[in-house]
């Protein structure tokens, strides 16, 4: 097809002698269309040439020597050099190719050949599955969808917390306490309450605490009791855990949690022994870093920590996966403890490829308007009900909107989920944030509900025509207005943004494509007339509403969001 940041980036190449694939990603989409459809800001050469842009700009465009049937007009403003596409080659560069390409328009190759490893969600066992492990499972799902579709070779790894002192806290308090609650038939809820009233006990007897840490230790040093105890706490967790990824359509290659490294860490500390830098530290064994607090390898009573089991977990997934990149998505609370692993991590004898592909990818609190959430204080909220509440408020908009609606609860469920889903992934991922039912289940705002019921639109229009046209028969022509033109230049551009998302691990920017390229259709749908005009132009109409429908659902499906057929 018709690249035009290509031809662009060609055409600059051969005016300054600079690198085509640097000066491509340089190339702009003005929001504001009256600034061109392409802008090219030549104050990043500024530097490199030693001039002012504005002159950069000038002696570029002198020797630019681009068809107009391609760029209709090349204007100045400033330091940009702004380009001005011509519409119809543009619109029918963009049908031409998803007619090729189709299901897998905006797909590319950049995966090819490379292995990314996604550690994400990662619950913690015997403890509640909360909103706080919502955004960790959208995001890395997210991330786990669009790498696949770029073609990457992709592993999902669920992390679990299965293993640590509170373990040993909660084995202490299965013993004293296990007969008054009822773990089988509710073990989430009633192993919370055993672990809330074993900590107020840890605070108030030292004797109990301790205890508690050499459960933990028997736990490391197999103690069938402990052990037996362990594995029925982590059963009847991930069967819960499980009714929550059904929901969400969640999907994990791998459920390797903590504990499968507990083997696996005394190469870890050997290594690290034999580096001479693990030092003894009030009882403890540390690493000693620059500009951070050191990283603990080993507690007083000889057990190991989360730190260690991540090392462990870098050494295993380096050799089991030969990553080029692996992936933590956990909240910005952990920054510290990926900084010092990754850096520790340069002490196991890795080669550079595995050290210089991890990275952490943080993301900010969910807050309610009530405050944070806590386990200790049991002061909880469960991703189930919650998930289950947006479903029943779905119900209630739609049954107000739309009394005669089929499949209601179906639809409902697709909207419900749809709303949280795209709540978590809309604003930048490091920002905290609010979780507001309005907001979110807000039709007209910038929501999963809205870009569903685009869609909507799409579907139902192609309905009442009765047909899909035939690519081939289109008259491309007619689709000349501005309108159409800005459908098909934000279509154009799937592809960049599926690459910049895996660039920045920013599930954000799909989610922001599928806003823009709703609101440009909705426009579109506003200003032309689809059905019941000439032939050509409705034919030329409907197909454009095909493509965008298709990429709705492409988009959205890779978010881990479900498009209703009607809503
Ligand atoms: N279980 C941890 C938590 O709930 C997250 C684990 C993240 N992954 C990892 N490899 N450390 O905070």
Redesign the pocket.
């Known amino acids: 097809m018709l690249d035009f940041k290509e031809i662009i980036a060609q055409e600059i190449e051969k005016a300054t002698g600079l690198e085509k694939e640097e000066l491509k990603s340089y190339i702009e989409i003005p929001k504001d269309t009256t600034m061109g459809d392409y802008a090219f800001p030549c104050f990043k050469l500024a530097k490199e040439l030693r001039k002012a842009p504005p002159v950069i700009a000038e002696e570029i465009k002198e020797k630019l020597k681009i068809e107009a049937s391609i760029i209709k007009k090349i204007e100045i403003v400033g330091g940009y050099i702004n380009f001005y596409a011509n519409n119809t080659s543009l619109v029918e560069s963009v049908l031409k190719e998803y007619h090729e390409k189709q299901e897998q328009y905006g797909n590319s190759k950049i995966g090819e050949g490379k292995s990314v490893v996604i550690?994400y969600s990662?619950?913690?066992i015997a403890k509640p599955f909360h909103i706080g492990?919502l955004r960790s499972t959208v995001i890395g799902g997210a991330l786990y969808n669009i790498y696949k579709f770029l073609n990457y070779q992709v592993t999902g790894i669920n992390?679990l917390?299965d293993y640590g002192t509170q373990f040993g806290k909660l084995i202490e308090g299965y013993k004293l306490w296990g007969k008054e609650y009822d773990v089988e038939s509710n073990p989430i809820d009633e192993l919370t309450k055993i672990y809330i009233r074993i900590n107020e006990l840890c605070k108030e007897d030292e004797q109990v605490l301790e205890n508690c840490r050499n459960n933990f230790k028997k736990l490391e040093d197999k103690d069938p009791y402990c052990v037996e105890i362990w594995t029925r706490f982590r059963e009847l967790s991930l069967k819960e855990f499980q009714k929550v990824y059904d929901m969400l359509g969640s999907k994990f290659d791998s459920w390797n949690g903590e504990a499968f490294y507990s083997d696996k860490m005394q190469e870890v500390v050997e290594t690290l022994e034999n580096t001479g830098k693990l030092v003894p530290s009030e009882g403890a064994r540390v690493i000693e870093l620059e500009n951070m607090a050191p990283c603990i390898i080993e507690k007083t009573n000889g057990s190991t920590t989360y730190a260690t089991r991540?090392l462990a977990?870098i050494l295993y997934r380096a050799r089991n996966y030969n990553f080029d990149k692996a992936l933590?998505v956990?909240s910005y609370e952990q920054v510290l403890h990926f900084k010092q692993v990754f850096e520790v991590a340069k002490l196991l004898g890795m080669d550079e490829k595995y050290t210089d592909g991890l990275e952490h990818v943080p993301f900010g609190m969910v807050r309610l308007k009530t405050g944070k959430m806590s386990t200790r204080e049991g002061n909880i909220v469960k991703l189930e009900e919650l998930l289950n509440e947006a479903i029943t408020r779905a119900l209630k908009i739609i049954e107000e909107k739309n009394p005669e609606l089929e499949e209601k609860e179906e639809v409902a469920r697709k909207v419900g989920l749809g709303a949280v889903i795209f709540n978590d992934l809309s604003a930048s991922r490091i920002k905290d944030e609010i979780f507001d039912w309005d907001t979110m289940l807000n039709f007209q705002g910038e929501t999963g509900p809205y870009i569903q019921y685009i869609y909507v639109r799409t579907k139902s229009v192609l309905e009442k025509a009765g047909y899909v046209p035939n690519y081939e028969e289109i008259q491309v022509s007619v689709l000349s207005d501005k309108a159409s033109f800005e459908v098909a230049k934000t279509i154009s551009n799937f592809e960049e943004t599926l690459k910049q998302v895996a660039d920045k691990n920013e599930p954000s920017i799909l989610a922001r494509y599928l806003i823009d390229l709703s609101q440009s259709f909705s426009s579109f749908y506003n200003a032309n007339k689809i059905i019941g005009e000439d032939k050509d132009k409705q034919d030329a109409r409907l197909y454009l509403s095909y493509v965008v429908g298709n990429i709705l659902k492409t988009g959205a499906s890779l978010l881990g969001i479900e498009m209703p057929n009607r809503m």
């Open positions: 550690d990662a619950p913690n492990h992390h917390g991540d977990a933590y956990t």
